[in-house]
Every structure is written in C-alpha cells, then in structure tokens.
T-cell receptor, first 115, second 111 residues
Framework: DAGITQSPRYKITETGRQVTLMCHQTWSHSYMFWYRQDLGHGLRLIYYSAAADITDKGEVPDGYVVSRSKTENFPLTLESATRSQTSVYFC??????????????FGPGTRLTVL | AQSVTQLDSHVSVSEGTPVLLRCNYSSSYSPSLFWYVQHPNKGLQLLLK??????LVKGINGFEAEFKKSETSFHLTKPSAHMSDAAEYFC?????????FGKGTRLSVIA
C-alpha cells in the first residue's frame, strides 16, 4: 500500500537551475495538488489537476509548471529556481472535490533549498 | 470564496489538561471543514472532518470538533493532552473547491 510518494525528499540546487519534483499516487484519485509550506503562511496551493491533461492554477503559481499525462503522476517543475522558492513542497490527492470523498491525502514532502 | 482564521498561532498546555484550538471560517456555500495534524518533519494527517452530517465530529486520538454555524466556528478539543499531541494543527475549509488552509496552530505539551 504505497499511497502517495514524493521524490526526492531533499534537494539542494542553485539559482537559475531547473528542478523537477515528482509525485506518484497509487489510488487512482482524480485530483492531485501541489502546495508549498512556509513559516507564517501555512500551506498555499500552487497548482492542481482534476484529471489527466487538466490542470489549473492555485494561489501561488508563478515560476512553476505542472503536467499530468498519467493519472498517477503529477510532476512540479521550477523552470529557473529562485531563492524565494526555498520551501517544503507537499503533494496531495483526493478522489473528488465533493463530499464525502473530498479529503486530501498528503505525501511526505520535499524539502527544497535554492542557494 | 472561503477563508479560515486560526485564532492562536501557539497554544501551550500541561499534559493531562484539556486542549482547545480555535478556528473560525467564512464560506459562501455550505462548507466541508477539516482538521489536519502535522508532526515535526512529517506530512499532514487527517484528524477529522465535518461534511454536513452530525455537528459534533469525532476524530482520531481522542480529538473532536463541533461545527457551529451561528458562530462560524469549528474548534478542535481534546479532554486530556498527551505528549504525543505536540504538533502543528491546521483548520481547513472547502466548498467543492481546492482546500483553503489556516496558518496553523502549534500545540506544545508540557510534562
């Protein structure tokens, strides 16, 4: 029962480099989400996806790109990393956005440091 | 639109005493409300959820929350704190939309 996994768990990169964070879920959930967590801000939504090939912006999408060619994968790419993107990134999935199956299940997180 | 306000950024209690973490919400539609817990360096785990059924919701590890529409509140309580309850707690609201998180309340439990 793998659930939802993220890789890498830790990443250090330099300003200007491209970085891709991976997210994989084994439940065949329709919805997948990317959040970033920063002190004093809680979790903020970056992008989400309702199904394969359907994505939408969240609260803080600038500087990020997502794709979803397969239901189980939802990679997040930082095209040109900046120091302000240093954060902990969480991936999540849910069956739907409607009750009663709208709870989200979270991955363990990726701690990204941009030098 | 939805929003959540967690009224305390940090709560400190002694082991064995009651816990109260306060949350007020705003929603244009009938909301779903959740409490998630995050232990240090871990992901988020669902504690409990309200989805328009019973207003008193019981969750894992002895936590419960009461939905009060008149007060737009969804406070989290536990009768007796345990050391293992020390964590960050997030109140979350949604109404068929992506989740909206509060900024979190850090719970410290003193032996």
């Amino acid at each position: 029962d793998a659930g939802i996994t993220q890789s890498p768990r830790y990443k250090i990169t330099e300003t200007g480099r491209q970085v891709t964070l991976m997210c994989h879920q084994t439940w065949s959930h329709s919805y997948m989400f990317w959040y970033r967590q920063d002190l004093g801000h809680g979790l903020r939504l970056i992008y989400y996806s309702a199904a394969a090939d359907i994505t939408d912006k969240g609260e803080v999408p600038d500087g990020y790109v997502v794709s979803r060619s397969k239901t189980e994968n939802f990679p997040l790419t930082l095209e040109s990393a900046t120091r302000s993107q240093t954060s902990v990134y969480f991936c999540a999935s849910s069956l739907t956005q409607r009750e009663p199956y709208n709870e989200q299940f979270f991955g363990p997180g990726t701690r990204l440091t941009v030098l | 639109a939805q929003s959540v306000t967690q009224l305390d950024s940090h709560v400190s209690v002694s082991e064995g005493t009651p816990v109260l973490l306060r949350c007020n919400y705003s929603s244009s539609y009938s909301p779903s409300l959740f409490w998630y817990v995050q232990h240090p360096n871990k992901g988020l785990q669902l504690l409990l959820k309200y989805t328009s059924a019973a207003t008193l919701v019981k969750g894992i590890n002895g936590f419960e929350a009461e939905f009060k529409k008149s007060e737009t509140s969804f406070h989290l309580t536990k009768p007796s704190a345990h050391m293992s309850d020390a964590a960050e707690y997030f109140c979350v609201v949604t109404a068929n939309t992506p989740l909206v998180f509060g900024k979190g309340t850090r719970l410290s439990v003193i032996a």
